[in-house]
Each structure stands twice: as C-alpha cells, then as structure tokens.
C-alpha cells in the first residue's frame, strides 16, 4: 500500500546492492515491492525501488554521487532490550559504518541512525525529574546506549 507521505532516500548506485545490505541486517522484517530501472532520467538511467521495513515504506533512488546523506535526517530503531541495541549498532557500524554519540551511528551508505532502547525513551520523559536527569547526563556520555547504566 502506498504511504501518504514516504522518505526518499538517495543512493550513490547499485540499488540492489543496497536493498541486499539492508535486507541481511532487516531480515525477514523488509520486503521489495517494486525495484526496476529507469531510462532517460536526469543524468541518464537511473535506479528506483520501494523497500517496506517493518511496515513503513521507504523509497529508495540510485542516481549518482551528487546527494549525500547528512546528520539532518536519521531513522530511529525502537530496540527492546540491550541484545536487540546491540545487534543494530554492531550491524550498522560494522564493514564501513561508524559510531557518533548519543546512541546515533551511520551505515556503510552513510545513512543515520538513532539506536535508542525503549528504555531510553521512558527515562528521558519520565515525570521524576531527577531519573529524566540522571538518564539524560548518562546518555550525553554513551556512543551506544547501555541500558544498565541509564537505570543505575
């Protein structure tokens, strides 16, 4: 089903590379509707698909080198528990990816991501002002999020 409003997300080339990638680390949890190649695009043949990951639809376009991706967008995992933040940071971070702060990463692509544990969440809008505090200030020191260290 279309989505009133999708990301379209820019990718050098090698669109099915890119889906491939994303499926090893979405698993059974991303689906291709539609993936094809398009002639006479603006800088000549181009690449277009729609990916849905865990029910929200993605589009994706290989269209050369004149986009890259910036922090000023970054999609946000809702992880579980400390195995499932830890499964995405180390997929994502991993063979080209790298690590920033505050539980926010970069795939090989140069995509943005937020891990952030449900936990987190809770913390950081809990109505005690001195555990909203105390997870805050512990985040601002993490690169991945630790769960243990926000609750201590």
Same mark, same amino acid.
């Given at each position: 089903m279309q989505n009133k409003i999708n990301a379209c997300l820019w990718y050098e080339k090698d669109l099915p590379n890119v889906i491939e990638y994303y499926k090893s680390i979405f698993k059974d949890n991303i689906k291709v509707i539609y993936l094809g190649d398009l002639e006479n695009g603006p800088g000549g043949e181009y690449q277009f698909a729609t990916v849905e990951i865990f029910g929200k639809n993605y589009d994706m376009l290989a269209a050369g080198p004149l986009f890259k991706f910036t922090e000023a967008i970054s999609l946000t995992i809702s992880t579980d528990d400390q195995e499932e933040t830890d499964y995405y940071w180390n997929v994502l /971070? /991993?063979?080209? =990816?790298? $690590?920033?702060?505050? =539980?926010?990463?970069?795939?090989?692509? =140069?995509?943005?991501?937020?891990?952030?544990?449900?936990?987190?969440?809770?913390?950081? /809008?809990? =109505?005690?002002?001195?555990?909203?505090?105390?997870?805050?200030?512990?985040?601002?020191?993490?690169?991945?999020?630790?769960?243990?260290?926000? $609750?201590?």
């Open positions: /971070t /991993t063979n080209g =990816g790298s $690590e920033s702060v505050c =539980g926010w990463c970069k795939d090989k692509y =140069g995509l943005s991501w937020q891990i952030e544990p449900k936990k987190l969440r809770e913390l950081s /809008t809990s =109505g005690d002002k001195e555990k909203r505090d105390y997870a805050m200030r512990a985040m601002y020191q993490m690169k991945k999020i630790i769960i243990a260290d926000l $609750e201590k």
